[in-house]
């Protein structure tokens, strides 16, 4: 089976998206996936009325998690596939908790829609959020 090329510049549909206390402020978002497969990077920019938010990360699919300490935070990440979805994970240890975030990223409407499921647990914010992207 030939797995999705997640490659693109996406654009956030606010009324299509599901979103949390703490997450329905973003307003719009602009996603950029740069994705030739076992090399996922994602960079992405949120607005709120709070400014924007922006983070970038690049993960291989190998399933292999990564570790990583800065600052006394202790981060390890990984990515996977299930079947033709991309998951992206990350366990986030500081001295005062710990935060676990996934995203599961699929494509639908025959790869004109990008599904990322968001699970946040954690330091008080847990969430459960389905953004959904149109590809621009």
């Given at each position: 089976?030939?797995?999705?090329?997640?490659?693109?510049?996406?654009?956030?549909?606010?009324?299509?998206?599901?979103?949390?206390?703490?997450?329905?402020a973003?307003?719009?978002?602009?996603?950029?996936?740069?994705?030739?497969?076992?090399?996922?990077?994602?960079?992405?920019?949120?607005?709120s009325?709070?400014?924007?938010?922006?983070?970038?990360?690049?993960?291989?699919?190998?399933?292999?998690e990564?570790?990583?300490?800065?600052e006394?935070?202790?981060?390890?990440?990984?990515?996977?596939?299930?079947?033709?979805?991309?998951?992206?994970?990350?366990?986030?240890?500081?001295?005062?908790?710990?935060?676990?975030?996934?995203?599961?990223?699929?494509?639908?409407?025959?790869?004109?829609?990008?599904?990322?499921?968001?699970?946040?647990?954690?330091?008080?914010?847990?969430?459960?959020?389905?953004?959904?992207?149109?590809?621009?």
């Open positions: 089976m030939r797995k999705p090329d997640f490659s693109g510049e996406w654009i956030l549909d606010r009324k299509a998206s599901t979103l949390s206390h703490g997450a329905e973003i307003k719009t978002a602009v996603v950029r996936i740069d994705h030739r497969d076992p090399t996922f990077r994602y960079k992405a920019k949120f607005e009325e709070g400014g924007p938010v922006e983070f970038e990360y690049e993960l291989l699919s190998d399933g292999r990564v570790a990583a300490t800065h006394g935070t202790r981060t390890i990440s990984s990515l996977r596939w299930e079947g033709e979805a991309l998951v992206a994970s990350w366990q986030i240890q500081r001295a005062d908790g710990e935060l676990k975030i996934s995203f599961r990223h699929e494509l639908d409407n025959e790869g004109r829609r990008l599904r990322a499921v968001e699970e946040l647990r954690g330091e008080g914010r847990d969430q459960d959020n389905i953004w959904v992207f149109g590809r621009q």
